[in-house]
């Protein structure tokens, strides 16, 4: 079974951390993740830009908002990576998607940092 | 990382609305900050034993102004409030308050708080430290080591700040938009002098300036998601502080951007930067900072120096003269002209400039550096030795006797 984790945190701190802070929390992560590749339980994982960072289409209204989706009354329903030159990129590709699936929103939101999923990785020799 | 740090963090985290909000409802900067601090201890008592609360700065919000009033109804020997143990459990307690912070109240409280401490009435430096000590909650001593002064001097200017915002005419209405834009403009000046002051000192203990301003950057964004100017003073920073790894070599001396290893560059700053610029440019309403910041956009999608589009940097420096018309613009204009049509033609832009920046020390060095490409030794030594006289730090001092140097080698 394919399992989502989704990373909940007051963003103002996290993106607030010392240097050495974030290296304590990375690698920290960095053991766990080890772990998880070995049970060969570990998927793609990334890291988001702060929302600051964000852009919000809205399908129905091919409205274009700066910031997060805010939309308390909406749901996270699924998520995609894709691999574009920019936010208009991004957006065109939003676009596709929206009409061939109409209605809520989509948020747009920069990958800060990603690790492809090491099931596919070439096994080291 | 540990709860303690956790809540430190939180406590910081929520400072800037807490404050905010503290001071909207007393009407005094001293009430609201005692109050903060006030909540801020007992918030380190409370939430180890009860966990941190859903809403951190809501949870200050309520429990600093019930003991700033505690306070005021023990001295008039009235009814004490509960303890605040009861009230962080009392979520129904927080709701309205939460309600309240959510719209643009909050962001007006915010917006006015720092644009106290931009006060015109406080010169530049007053500024800085109050909105450090008072916005950003760093202590004397940080804020000491950040300024390069001795920590009496950082507390002086704090007090004498705090004592000419006290006399000053505070606004407490709410702002219309007309006002609202002002302060903003205001405000962001403000947290660019912090970024610069961090920025151009050339002095390492200084980054953790820069990372306020950034904090403040990000701050005002979530306030006010939709302005292409913030992103792009945003965008500035984080392209700009992003090279910082590459900006000094191991005997601390300045290392200019031609010369620096971009491998070294914070690729996280950087993406980030570039994220905000682009958000920036689809409102198609150019300000100095977007420019500014697609400036340090280009230089930091070239990989290697000489892959720079200086074509591209010099229209963009163009715009800037149109927008914000100064000899410096021109200064910097002149350095990428150069680059694209020759050191004469780089020259010939600066030399009308000399009379307004002879106080200047990047003048002549870049004066220095032109002539030196052009072959005339000996005035490109005048302009040196001039540059080095006017030099604010050890690392612009001996970058330009290097160049003194090669002059020296190149024998003339």
Redesign the interface.
């Known amino acids: 079974m394919l399992y989502a984790i989704l990373c909940y945190h007051?963003e103002?701190?996290v993106?607030?951390?010392t240097k050495e802070?974030e290296a304590?929390?990375i690698g920290g992560l960095k053991g766990v993740h080890e772990t998880l590749t070995r049970e060969g339980k570990l998927g793609p994982s990334l890291r988001l830009?702060?929302?600051?960072?964000a852009?919000t289409l809205s399908k129905s209204k091919d409205l274009?908002?700066?910031?997060p989706f805010a939309e308390t009354k909406e749901q996270l329903l699924g998520l995609y990576v894709i691999d574009v030159d920019?936010?208009?990129a991004a957006l065109e590709v939003a676009r596709q998607l929206a009409r061939a699936n109409p209605g809520g929103s989509y948020e747009l939101r920069?990958i800060?940092?990603y690790n492809p999923d090491p099931r596919e990785a070439p096994v080291a020799g | 990382?540990n709860d303690l740090?956790?809540i430190d963090?939180?406590i910081?985290?929520?400072r800037p609305q807490a404050v905010a909000a503290l001071l909207r409802y007393f009407r005094d900067l001293g009430t609201a900050e005692e109050a903060f601090q006030e909540a801020a201890l007992r918030a380190l008592k409370t939430w180890p034993r009860n966990g941190p609360p859903r809403d951190?700065a809501a949870w200050l919000i309520l429990v600093g102004r019930n003991a700033a009033l505690d306070g005021v109804r023990k001295m008039s020997r009235q009814v004490e409030l509960p303890p605040d143990d009861v009230i962080s459990d009392l979520d129904d307690a927080e709701d309205p308050l939460v309600e309240r912070l959510d719209g643009a109240h909050y962001r007006d409280d915010v917006l006015r708080l720092l644009f106290i401490c931009c006060h015109p009435d406080l010169p530049a430096t007053q500024q800085i430290a109050l909105a450090l000590r008072i916005v950003s909650g760093l202590t004397v001593p940080q804020i000491a080591k950040a300024f390069l002064i001795g920590e009496d001097a950082a507390e002086q200017r704090i007090t004498r700040a705090k004592a000419r915002i006290a006399r000053a005419d505070v606004p407490f209405e709410a702002p219309g938009p007309v006002e609202r834009a002002e302060r903003l403009g205001v405000v962001m000046a403000m947290v660019y002098l912090i970024f610069n002051e961090g920025y151009s000192a050339g002095a390492a203990e200084r980054n953790a300036l820069c990372d306020e301003a950034i904090?403040f950057a990000?701050?005002l964004?979530?306030l006010f998601?939709?302005e292409p100017e913030i992103?792009g003073m945003?965008a500035l920073m984080l392209l700009q502080h992003g090279r910082l790894p590459a900006r000094f070599d191991g005997q601390g001396e300045l290392v200019l951007l031609d010369e620096q290893d971009r491998a070294l560059w914070d690729g996280?700053l950087t993406?980030?930067g570039?994220?905000?610029l682009?958000?920036a440019m689809?409102h198609n309403q150019p300000g100095a900072y977007q420019v500014q910041a697609a400036i340090a956009a280009t230089h930091a999608r070239a990989a290697r120096a000489e892959d720079t589009d200086w074509a591209g940097i010099d229209a963009l420096y163009a715009a800037l003269e149109r927008m914000q018309p100064s000899p410096v613009v021109t200064l910097n204009r002149a350095v990428a002209t150069a680059k694209v049509k020759g050191p004469e033609a780089g020259l010939e832009m600066i030399s009308p400039l000399e009379n307004r920046l002879s106080g200047y020390f990047y003048y002549f060095g870049v004066r220095g550096g032109l002539l030196r490409q052009l072959g005339r030794a000996a005035e490109a030594r005048v302009a040196f030795d001039r540059a080095i006289a006017l030099a604010g730090t050890p690392a612009e001092a001996a970058h330009i006797r290097r160049h003194l140097d090669a002059l020296a080698k190149e024998g003339i």
Not at chain 1, 64 to 67: A, H, I, K, N, Y
């Open positions: 007051d103002q701190f993106w607030s951390w802070q304590a929390v830009m702060p929302t600051t960072a852009t274009v908002l700066d910031g920019g936010l208009e920069p800060a940092a | 990382m740090a956790w963090g939180a910081t985290g929520a951190a904090r990000r701050l964004l979530r998601p939709g992103m945003a996280k993406a980030e570039l994220a905000l682009e958000k689809r």
